[in-house]
Protein backbone atom coordinates (compact mmCIF):
# COMPACT_ATOMS: atom_id res chain seq x y z
CA UNK A 1 0.00 0.00 0.00
CA UNK A 2 2.84 2.36 0.96
CA UNK A 3 4.36 1.68 -2.62
CA UNK A 4 0.82 2.30 -4.19
CA UNK A 5 0.53 5.59 -2.55
CA UNK A 6 4.24 6.55 -3.47
CA UNK A 7 3.18 5.41 -7.23
CA UNK A 8 0.26 7.58 -7.50
CA UNK A 9 1.79 10.33 -5.93
CA UNK A 10 4.82 10.18 -8.20
CA UNK A 11 2.69 9.73 -11.48
CA UNK A 12 -0.05 12.45 -10.86
CA UNK A 13 1.71 15.55 -9.43
CA UNK A 14 -0.54 17.36 -11.14
CA UNK A 15 -3.35 15.72 -9.51
CA UNK A 16 -2.05 16.49 -6.51
CA UNK A 17 -1.32 20.08 -6.89
CA UNK A 18 -4.88 20.47 -7.81
CA UNK A 19 -5.86 19.02 -4.11
CA UNK A 20 -3.81 21.46 -2.72
CA UNK A 21 -5.26 24.79 -4.36
CA UNK A 22 -9.08 23.01 -3.96
CA UNK A 23 -7.43 22.73 -0.12
CA UNK A 24 -6.26 26.40 0.28
CA UNK A 25 -9.41 27.36 -1.56
CA UNK A 26 -11.52 25.88 0.86
CA UNK A 27 -9.70 27.45 3.85
CA UNK A 28 -10.10 30.53 2.54
CA UNK A 29 -13.88 30.32 1.72
CA UNK A 30 -14.18 28.69 6.10
CA UNK A 31 -12.05 31.16 6.94
CA UNK A 32 -14.63 33.87 6.02
CA UNK A 33 -17.52 31.70 7.02
CA UNK A 34 -18.68 34.90 9.33
CA UNK A 35 -20.58 36.11 5.33
CA UNK A 36 -18.34 38.66 5.05
CA UNK A 37 -18.56 40.15 1.36
CA UNK A 38 -16.20 42.46 0.29
CA UNK A 39 -18.40 44.55 -2.69
CA UNK A 40 -15.95 46.78 -5.06
CA UNK A 41 -18.40 47.48 -7.87
CA UNK A 42 -20.74 50.04 -6.37
CA UNK A 43 -22.31 52.60 -8.23
CA UNK A 44 -21.62 55.63 -6.15
CA UNK A 45 -18.24 57.23 -5.37
CA UNK A 46 -17.09 60.46 -4.03
CA UNK A 47 -18.42 62.24 -7.08
CA UNK A 48 -21.87 61.16 -6.56
CA UNK A 49 -24.66 63.81 -6.27
CA UNK A 50 -26.09 63.57 -3.02
CA UNK A 51 -29.30 64.85 -1.84
CA UNK A 52 -30.08 66.45 1.87
CA UNK A 53 -33.43 65.92 3.54
CA UNK A 54 -33.55 67.62 6.74
CA UNK A 55 -36.50 66.74 10.30
CA UNK A 56 -37.39 68.30 13.23
CA UNK A 57 -35.03 67.28 15.99
CA UNK A 58 -31.87 68.20 13.84
CA UNK A 59 -32.17 64.53 12.08
CA UNK A 60 -31.20 64.56 8.77
CA UNK A 61 -31.07 62.47 5.51
CA UNK A 62 -28.27 61.94 2.78
CA UNK A 63 -29.26 59.59 0.40
CA UNK A 64 -28.94 58.59 -3.34
CA UNK A 65 -30.77 56.07 -5.72
CA UNK A 66 -28.39 54.98 -8.49
CA UNK A 67 -29.48 53.85 -12.07
CA UNK A 68 -29.08 50.27 -10.69
CA UNK A 69 -31.36 51.08 -8.28
CA UNK A 70 -29.49 51.06 -5.33
CA UNK A 71 -30.97 52.83 -2.45
CA UNK A 72 -28.14 54.17 -0.04
CA UNK A 73 -28.70 56.41 2.54
CA UNK A 74 -26.91 57.75 6.04
CA UNK A 75 -29.38 59.36 8.66
CA UNK A 76 -27.27 61.31 11.42
CA UNK A 77 -27.97 63.92 14.04
CA UNK A 78 -25.03 66.17 13.54
CA UNK A 79 -25.39 70.06 13.37
CA UNK A 80 -23.83 71.10 9.72
CA UNK A 81 -23.98 74.41 10.83
CA UNK A 82 -21.34 74.35 13.61
CA UNK A 83 -19.27 72.87 11.51
CA UNK A 84 -18.92 75.99 9.53
CA UNK A 85 -20.68 79.43 10.84
CA UNK A 86 -18.09 82.00 11.76
CA UNK A 87 -15.39 79.99 10.81
CA UNK A 88 -13.11 81.68 7.68
CA UNK A 89 -12.04 78.08 5.59
CA UNK A 90 -13.71 75.11 7.13
CA UNK A 91 -11.84 71.84 7.10
CA UNK A 92 -13.24 68.48 8.35
CA UNK A 93 -15.88 66.32 10.78
CA UNK A 94 -16.01 62.95 11.64
CA UNK A 95 -19.49 61.36 12.20
CA UNK A 96 -19.56 58.02 14.49
CA UNK A 97 -21.57 55.29 13.15
CA UNK A 98 -23.66 54.32 16.25
CA UNK A 99 -27.76 53.64 16.96
CA UNK A 100 -28.60 57.44 16.05
CA UNK A 101 -26.16 57.51 12.58
CA UNK A 102 -26.75 54.99 10.45
CA UNK A 103 -26.03 53.56 7.01
CA UNK A 104 -28.57 51.64 5.18
CA UNK A 105 -28.49 49.99 1.24
CA UNK A 106 -31.15 48.56 -0.31
CA UNK A 107 -31.57 46.95 -3.70
CA UNK A 108 -34.61 47.83 -5.05
CA UNK A 109 -36.60 45.96 -7.92
CA UNK A 110 -37.17 49.20 -9.60
CA UNK A 111 -36.34 52.56 -9.96
CA UNK A 112 -37.41 55.52 -7.65
CA UNK A 113 -36.83 59.31 -6.76
CA UNK A 114 -34.20 59.57 -4.48
CA UNK A 115 -35.77 62.79 -2.69
CA UNK A 116 -39.52 61.08 -2.83
CA UNK A 117 -38.34 57.90 -1.72
CA UNK A 118 -36.31 58.94 1.63
CA UNK A 119 -37.68 62.72 2.72
CA UNK A 120 -40.56 61.41 4.38
CA UNK A 121 -41.78 60.39 7.71
CA UNK A 122 -43.22 57.07 6.06
CA UNK A 123 -41.28 55.45 2.95
CA UNK A 124 -43.40 54.43 0.61
CA UNK A 125 -44.49 50.30 0.10
CA UNK A 126 -43.08 50.79 -3.84
CA UNK A 127 -40.50 49.65 -5.22
CA UNK A 128 -39.93 46.90 -3.08
CA UNK A 129 -36.61 45.94 -1.33
CA UNK A 130 -35.19 43.14 -2.74
CA UNK A 131 -31.95 42.75 0.19
CA UNK A 132 -31.18 45.20 3.06
CA UNK A 133 -28.09 45.80 4.65
CA UNK A 134 -27.90 48.28 8.05
CA UNK A 135 -24.53 49.73 10.11
CA UNK A 136 -23.47 47.70 13.12
CA UNK A 137 -22.03 49.85 16.15
CA UNK A 138 -18.51 50.79 14.73
CA UNK A 139 -16.79 53.03 11.89
CA UNK A 140 -17.40 56.78 10.84
CA UNK A 141 -18.18 59.25 7.96
CA UNK A 142 -16.17 61.96 7.30
CA UNK A 143 -17.63 65.08 5.99
CA UNK A 144 -14.69 67.45 3.89
CA UNK A 145 -16.01 71.03 3.19
CA UNK A 146 -14.52 72.73 0.39
CA UNK A 147 -16.19 76.57 -0.60
CA UNK A 148 -18.15 76.64 -4.23
CA UNK A 149 -15.78 78.20 -6.44
CA UNK A 150 -15.96 79.50 -10.02
CA UNK A 151 -15.42 82.29 -12.17
CA UNK A 152 -18.66 83.92 -11.55
CA UNK A 153 -18.76 83.03 -7.73
CA UNK A 154 -19.11 86.55 -5.67
CA UNK A 155 -19.31 85.16 -2.35
CA UNK A 156 -19.24 88.68 -0.50
CA UNK A 157 -21.68 89.71 -2.73
CA UNK A 158 -19.38 93.73 -3.10
CA UNK A 159 -19.24 93.28 -7.11
CA UNK A 160 -15.66 91.49 -7.43
CA UNK A 161 -15.56 88.12 -8.20
CA UNK A 162 -13.94 86.14 -5.29
CA UNK A 163 -11.27 85.12 -7.51
CA UNK A 164 -10.16 88.48 -8.45
CA UNK A 165 -9.35 89.05 -4.84
CA UNK A 166 -6.17 87.46 -4.56
CA UNK A 167 -2.78 89.06 -3.82
CA UNK A 168 -1.33 91.24 -7.36
CA UNK A 169 2.38 90.69 -7.31
CA UNK A 170 4.28 94.02 -9.57
CA UNK A 171 3.60 93.50 -12.73
CA UNK A 172 -0.90 93.43 -11.74
CA UNK A 173 -0.89 89.24 -11.66
CA UNK A 174 -3.28 87.27 -9.61
CA UNK A 175 -0.99 84.57 -7.14
CA UNK A 176 -1.58 82.68 -4.32
CA UNK A 177 -5.28 81.69 -2.55
CA UNK A 178 -8.10 84.14 -1.77
CA UNK A 179 -7.96 83.50 1.66
CA UNK A 180 -3.88 85.31 1.16
CA UNK A 181 -5.58 89.04 0.82
CA UNK A 182 -7.04 90.41 4.09
CA UNK A 183 -6.47 93.86 3.30
CA UNK A 184 -7.90 95.49 6.66
CA UNK A 185 -6.37 92.96 8.47
CA UNK A 186 -9.35 92.18 10.21
CA UNK A 187 -9.26 88.46 9.96
CA UNK A 188 -11.87 88.06 6.89
CA UNK A 189 -10.32 87.86 3.99
CA UNK A 190 -11.77 89.81 0.86
CA UNK A 191 -13.30 87.93 -0.53
CA UNK A 192 -15.37 87.25 2.42
CA UNK A 193 -15.34 91.01 3.97
CA UNK A 194 -18.36 93.12 2.70
CA UNK A 195 -16.09 95.85 3.55
CA UNK A 196 -12.40 95.35 2.35
CA UNK A 197 -10.85 98.69 4.25
CA UNK A 198 -13.19 98.91 7.39
CA UNK A 199 -14.24 102.07 6.55
CA UNK A 200 -18.17 101.17 6.77
CA UNK A 201 -18.47 102.05 3.04
CA UNK A 202 -19.20 98.88 1.51
CA UNK A 203 -16.85 97.30 -0.80
CA UNK A 204 -19.89 97.34 -3.65
CA UNK A 205 -20.58 101.23 -3.08
CA UNK A 206 -17.09 102.58 -3.49
CA UNK A 207 -16.18 100.32 -7.06
CA UNK A 208 -19.79 101.77 -8.17
CA UNK A 209 -18.85 104.03 -11.31
CA UNK A 210 -20.87 107.10 -11.07
CA UNK A 211 -19.91 111.12 -10.88
CA UNK A 212 -22.31 111.86 -7.76
CA UNK A 213 -19.94 113.03 -5.36
CA UNK A 214 -16.77 113.15 -7.14
CA UNK A 215 -16.32 109.40 -6.94
CA UNK A 216 -15.16 108.95 -10.48
CA UNK A 217 -13.74 106.01 -12.34
CA UNK A 218 -10.42 106.16 -13.76
CA UNK A 219 -9.01 104.69 -17.18
CA UNK A 220 -9.01 100.97 -16.00
CA UNK A 221 -12.66 101.74 -13.80
CA UNK A 222 -11.35 102.05 -10.79
CA UNK A 223 -12.37 104.72 -8.45
CA UNK A 224 -9.81 106.57 -6.42
CA UNK A 225 -10.76 109.92 -4.90
CA UNK A 226 -7.12 111.18 -3.25
CA UNK A 227 -5.43 109.91 -6.55
CA UNK A 228 -2.81 108.16 -4.32
CA UNK A 229 -3.03 104.78 -6.33
CA UNK A 230 -5.26 102.92 -3.67
CA UNK A 231 -8.33 102.32 -5.28
CA UNK A 232 -11.77 103.78 -2.52
CA UNK A 233 -12.26 99.93 -2.09
CA UNK A 234 -9.33 99.54 -0.47
CA UNK A 235 -8.48 103.25 0.82
CA UNK A 236 -9.72 103.71 4.57
CA UNK A 237 -9.03 107.34 3.74
CA UNK A 238 -10.61 108.08 0.83
CA UNK A 239 -9.98 111.68 0.69
CA UNK A 240 -6.24 111.97 1.97
CA UNK A 241 -7.33 114.26 4.64
CA UNK A 242 -5.26 112.18 7.22
CA UNK A 243 -8.29 111.29 8.62
CA UNK A 244 -10.18 107.96 8.73
CA UNK A 245 -12.93 107.70 6.60
CA UNK A 246 -15.25 106.22 9.14
CA UNK A 247 -14.44 109.02 11.76
CA UNK A 248 -15.72 111.41 9.09
CA UNK A 249 -19.03 109.94 9.98
CA UNK A 250 -20.21 113.07 12.27
CA UNK A 251 -23.88 111.83 12.59
CA UNK A 252 -23.24 108.29 13.07
CA UNK A 253 -24.46 108.67 17.09
CA UNK A 254 -27.06 111.04 16.36
CA UNK A 255 -28.75 108.59 14.21
CA UNK A 256 -27.75 105.96 16.51
CA UNK A 257 -26.84 105.13 20.38
CA UNK A 258 -23.82 104.98 21.81
CA UNK A 259 -23.65 101.19 21.77
CA UNK A 260 -25.68 100.88 18.52
CA UNK A 261 -24.60 103.83 15.91
CA UNK A 262 -25.75 104.11 12.34
CA UNK A 263 -22.99 103.27 10.46
CA UNK A 264 -22.97 105.18 6.86
CA UNK A 265 -20.30 107.86 6.52
CA UNK A 266 -22.56 108.58 3.15
CA UNK A 267 -25.24 110.56 5.10
CA UNK A 268 -21.96 112.95 6.86
CA UNK A 269 -22.11 115.60 4.07
CA UNK A 270 -19.63 118.80 4.11
CA UNK A 271 -20.71 122.43 3.40
CA UNK A 272 -20.52 121.84 -0.14
CA UNK A 273 -22.81 118.95 -0.10
CA UNK A 274 -20.43 115.71 -0.56
CA UNK A 275 -19.77 113.32 2.58
CA UNK A 276 -16.89 114.32 4.70
CA UNK A 277 -14.94 111.38 3.66
CA UNK A 278 -14.45 112.29 0.00
CA UNK A 279 -14.28 115.88 0.76
CA UNK A 280 -10.25 116.72 1.70
CA UNK A 281 -11.36 119.60 2.78
CA UNK A 282 -13.51 118.57 5.43
CA UNK A 283 -11.44 117.65 8.50
CA UNK A 284 -14.25 117.31 11.14
CA UNK A 285 -13.73 114.04 12.86
CA UNK A 286 -15.00 111.91 15.88
CA UNK A 287 -13.94 108.68 17.16
CA UNK A 288 -15.82 105.44 15.18
CA UNK A 289 -14.42 102.38 17.11
CA UNK A 290 -17.60 100.08 15.05
CA UNK A 291 -17.69 98.32 12.37
CA UNK A 292 -20.56 96.96 9.52
CA UNK A 293 -21.84 93.92 10.18
CA UNK A 294 -20.34 91.33 7.75
CA UNK A 295 -22.93 89.59 6.53
CA UNK A 296 -22.63 87.13 3.50
CA UNK A 297 -24.55 83.65 2.72
CA UNK A 298 -21.99 80.93 1.46
CA UNK A 299 -22.36 77.83 -0.39
CA UNK A 300 -19.80 75.27 0.28
CA UNK A 301 -19.19 71.53 -1.37
CA UNK A 302 -19.02 68.49 1.59
CA UNK A 303 -17.90 65.71 0.33
CA UNK A 304 -18.85 62.36 2.75
CA UNK A 305 -16.57 59.25 2.44
CA UNK A 306 -17.40 55.65 4.61
CA UNK A 307 -14.52 54.70 7.02
CA UNK A 308 -14.35 51.22 8.48
CA UNK A 309 -18.33 50.89 8.63
CA UNK A 310 -19.87 47.11 8.86
CA UNK A 311 -23.05 46.79 7.08
CA UNK A 312 -25.56 43.61 8.38
CA UNK A 313 -27.82 42.32 6.21
CA UNK A 314 -31.44 42.28 7.91
CA UNK A 315 -32.56 38.57 6.70
CA UNK A 316 -29.21 36.86 6.66
CA UNK A 317 -25.55 36.69 8.36
CA UNK A 318 -24.19 37.90 5.31
CA UNK A 319 -22.23 41.20 5.84
CA UNK A 320 -20.21 44.03 3.61
CA UNK A 321 -17.26 46.16 5.11
CA UNK A 322 -16.38 49.45 3.66
CA UNK A 323 -13.24 50.53 4.85
CA UNK A 324 -13.22 53.62 2.58
CA UNK A 325 -15.83 54.18 0.51
CA UNK A 326 -16.84 57.77 -0.87
CA UNK A 327 -20.56 58.00 -0.39
CA UNK A 328 -20.67 61.15 -2.66
CA UNK A 329 -20.96 65.46 -2.83
CA UNK A 330 -23.68 67.74 -1.64
CA UNK A 331 -23.80 71.65 -1.35
CA UNK A 332 -24.41 73.23 1.73
CA UNK A 333 -25.38 76.73 2.66
CA UNK A 334 -25.53 79.23 5.16
CA UNK A 335 -27.55 82.64 5.37
CA UNK A 336 -27.18 86.10 6.56
CA UNK A 337 -24.34 84.73 8.14
CA UNK A 338 -22.29 87.12 10.42
CA UNK A 339 -18.52 86.62 10.47
CA UNK A 340 -16.67 88.24 13.42
CA UNK A 341 -12.93 88.25 13.20
CA UNK A 342 -11.95 91.97 14.38
Do not use: W
Not at 143 to 170: A, K
Not at 186 to 204: E, K, S
Not at 295 to 312: A, K, W
Amino acid sequence: MVYFKYIIFDQNSEFMRLLFTLFVICVLLLSCDDGDIIVSDFNFDADSSLNLCEFEGNRKVLHIITDSNEAISFTFQQNILENIENIINPGTFSVSINSSNRVNFRRLDASANSSEYFCQEVPPSRPNVIEEFVSTTGGSVEFTITRVSGPNVDTDGDGIPDIEERPVDENGNFFGSVFDLDTDGDGIPNFLDIDDDNDNVRTRTEITENIEFDRIANEQGIIDTDGDGVPNYLDDDDDGDGILTRNEDLNAFEEGTPTAPVLNPENSFSNIGIPNYLDPEATDSIEVDFFLENRVSRRFNITVVFNNITLQNTDSERTIRLNSQGFGVFTFSTRDEILTFR
